[in-house]
């Protein structure tokens, strides 16, 4: 099934509210469009609205500085460092991007790395393998915020609203402000909903709306307004991560771990660490041959967790200590620009015996709760949820 394929239905110029401007709410607005457009009988223009609570869309964040005796950066993707497409349609949706360039395979060299026990041992790297063009992980150029800003740009029939925070949903009459008289945030003969930001004040009325924030966040949104499927949402379990972002002035200030004469030589490193998980060299990438030595360091997902409530200053030192020990620095070459973010809701917990949730749809008020953390938390599974939610209010009309 193809994205435009979902169903014959005709909607009457629907308008659409999603809450988040994510790579999800992204992904869902830019089906919609094709779904509708489509629609060979049909001469309506869908009204999507994105309501975003940050400045930018994507969620595919980078964090870069610039040195001003030279003019370069440093860049760190302290988010989603790539994405895979294993299934036909997203191979499909993505090839535009591929032949722009825009998208581009990262055929990097793997290793494993055991950190040094003490200062006078040297870290223990052996290979594991190189990323293919077969399998390929895709990474964004020159940012990984590229492609969300592409995908937004892209958008002829969605308005995004920056910097609004969408209060939480009722079940039928709620006060939003003592200005305000009561008013009726779900109307059930319209089957219309009523959102509000959180000074109370009006975002208009909508046939739908789609909520794509991480679960813990969905779970607020929606506490109180007779979901449907209210207690499917906090099955899903997320762990935060953090990131270590490191930068030096010139490659040759780098420690010897790092440099392109070690053998072997390697771009992504997966950790044996209580600490840290996977390293990321920025500037060995596709298309970023101008950064300025740039390092991208995950933690592991269950450290962060336990620790996900600390002080980021703490976490940070503890960090760069377990950094110190993988990478071998000494005064000479260390970095010149150390940097920490805290991502609360990174990951989804998945195994091989969890049931994939898919999305949730209260189809009495054409609520729908979407969100990659629906399917296996990765880039695709936020296509795919998209996917799902098109053909939920293209089949449900």
């Known amino acids: ?100 360039g825009l998208l581009q395979p990262w055929c990097a060299e793997v290793v494993e790395l055991t950190p040094a026990s003490n200062n006078e041992q040297s870290p223990n790297i052996q290979s594991k393998e190189q990323w293919d063009a077969v399998h390929a992980r895709y990474i964004s150029k ?38 305000q008289s009561q008013k009726q945030t779900y109307n059930q003969n319209s089957k219309q909903t009523e959102l509000f930001d959180e000074t109370g004040a009006s975002l208009g009325w909508f046939d739908w709306v789609i909520c794509t924030a991480p679960n813990v966040q969905a779970v607020e949104l929606m506490a109180d307004s007779g979901f449907a499927q209210q207690d499917k949402i906090t099955k899903p379990q997320m762990q935060a991560c953090y990131t270590l972002m490191l930068g030096w002035d010139d490659v040759r200030k780098l420690p010897e771990t790092l440099k392109d004469q070690l ?50 200053e703490l976490v940070k030192e503890q960090l760069l200590q377990a950094a110190k020990q993988a990478l071998n620095w000494n005064e000479d070459s260390a970095p010149s620009q150390i940097d920490c973010h805290r991502w609360r809701y990174a990951a989804t917990i998945v195994n091989k015996d969890t049931e994939e949730l898919g999305i949730l749809i209260d189809a009495t008020k054409q609520w729908i709760v979407s969100g990659d953390w629906c399917a296996k938390g990765n880039i695709e599974s936020c296509y795919r949820m998209a996917q799902q939610t098109v053909k939920a209010i293209m089949q449900t009309q």
């Open 263 to 312: 053998a072997p030589q390697w771009d992504v490193a997966y950790l044996n660490s209580a600490i840290l998980d996977r390293i990321f060299i920025e500037h060995k990438k596709p298309a970023h041959g101008e950064l300025l030595p740039s390092v991208t360091i995950h933690a592991r997902n269950d450290w962060s967790e336990s620790h996900v409530d600390d002080d980021i």
């Open 142 to 179: 020159p940012k990984m915020t590229s492609w969300g800003r592409e995908l937004a740009a892209a958008l002829k029939h969605t308005t995004i609203v920056f910097k609004t925070r969408v209060a939480p949903l009722a079940h039928d009459l709620q006060s939003q402000n003592q200005q």
């Open 1 to 100: 099934m193809t994205d435009h394929a979902l169903c014959s239905t005709v909607l009457s110029d629907p308008k659409i509210a999603i809450i988040g401007g994510g790579l999800t709410g992204l992904l869902t607005a830019t089906l919609l469009e094709r779904a509708l457009n489509q629609l060979s009988s049909s001469s309506n223009t869908p009204q999507i609205t994105i309501f975003e609570k940050s400045r930018s869309v994507g969620r595919l964040a980078t964090r870069y500085r610039s040195d001003s005796k030279t003019d370069k950066n440093w860049q760190w993707s302290f988010g989603a460092q790539f994405f895979t497409a294993k299934t036909a349609d997203f191979q499909q949706f993505i090839a535009p991007w591929l032949d722009t």
